[in-house]
């Protein structure tokens, strides 16, 4: 049998951070996920707003076993319209989850400044989310907004070994603490047209970034301007990203897959495992 030499090894993308289980792509699954696999995007990591899309991420992770994993939990965003009880119910799901492979992350969870006049209930909801986390021994996808600096302080009194701070922004003087800590960053469209986000690529180690898409985020500008947002704006991030850290494309992209399996913990198939 031919041994296949290291840089024969297949190219293979990752969206660490889209939100699958949103309405609007609900009638279009089926496609994104063929397109993700022509675009060699390998492993979609379904995110989660709320009790209705976490049981909607985890069906799809089972459904496109391989290529879709999911994240579940309670985002900033859904806090304000948070019952108790689905607040309890979410929770019970996901510890009920225990051993599922098709769960690789607590996410989409954090604290938005946008929503100050919330705040007391947003810091219960986190708590209860990183407290979920560390119970499952599982990542935590953190949304940041305005509120990175506070997260970054909070995280230690947890007991949380894997963190991925998406879309990091601001401040970048934080970035040394973060990159010391280990955690990692996903950034997605923004790396192509963003000074910002690429002085945060530029900064960051790449074995501890990852690709995201957020879809289905859509105001990102060219060359993704109009354009409905799926994994197959990845393999065009990872150019970017390449060109920023001045390797390979294909260099980077094996690393971000490293990177992929390292951080959730599992063994994302190839393209020919997928065909
Ligand atoms: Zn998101």
């Known amino acids: 049998m031919l041994k296949v030499a290291y840089n024969m090894k297949p190219l293979r993308f990752v969206d660490a951070h889209i939100h699958l289980s949103d309405e609007e792509y609900a009638e279009k699954i089926k496609e994104i996920i063929l397109e993700a696999k022509n675009n060699k995007v390998v492993a979609l990591v379904s995110n989660s707003m709320n009790l209705e899309t976490s049981i909607k991420s985890l069906e799809l992770a089972e459904r496109y076993n391989g290529i879709v994993y999911a994240a579940m939990g309670i985002h900033p965003w859904s806090v304000n319209a948070l019952t108790e009880e689905e607040l309890q119910q979410t929770t019970e799901l996901i510890i009920k989850q225990r051993g599922n492979k098709a769960l690789i992350a607590i996410g989409e969870v954090g604290l938005d400044y946008k929503y100050e006049k919330i705040w007391e209930k947003q810091l219960m909801v986190f708590d209860e989310m990183l407290r979920l986390a560390e119970k499952l021994n599982l990542p935590a996808i953190i949304h940041s907004r305005g509120t990175t600096a506070q997260i970054v302080d909070m995280i230690p009194s947890y007991s949380l070994k894997r963190i991925l701070l998406h879309w990091f922004s601001n401040p970048i003087s934080i970035l040394p603490?973060?990159?010391?800590?280990?955690?990692?960053?996903?950034?997605?469209?923004?790396?192509?047209?963003?000074?910002?986000?690429?002085?945060?690529?530029?900064?960051?180690?790449?074995?501890?970034?990852?690709?995201?898409?957020?879809?289905?985020?859509?105001?990102?500008?060219?060359?993704?301007?109009?354009?409905?947002?799926?994994?197959?704006?990845?393999?065009?991030?990872?150019?970017?990203?390449?060109?920023?850290?001045?390797?390979?494309?294909?260099?980077?992209?094996?690393?971000?897959?490293?990177?992929?399996?390292?951080?959730?913990?599992?063994?994302?198939?190839?393209?020919?495992?997928?065909?």
């Open 177 to 275: 603490k973060v990159i010391e800590r280990g955690y990692y960053i996903s950034e997605g469209p923004p790396t192509v047209y963003s000074n910002g986000i690429r002085e945060v690529v530029k900064k960051v180690q790449l074995t501890n970034l990852l690709t995201e898409t957020d879809g289905p985020v859509r105001y990102f500008k060219s060359p993704f301007y109009g354009k409905m947002t799926t994994p197959a704006f990845i393999p065009t991030v990872v150019d970017a990203i390449a060109e920023i850290k001045r390797i390979s494309a294909k260099e980077a992209a094996d690393q971000i897959a490293t990177n992929f399996e390292d951080f959730f913990g599992v063994k994302i198939n190839s393209m020919e495992d997928n065909a």
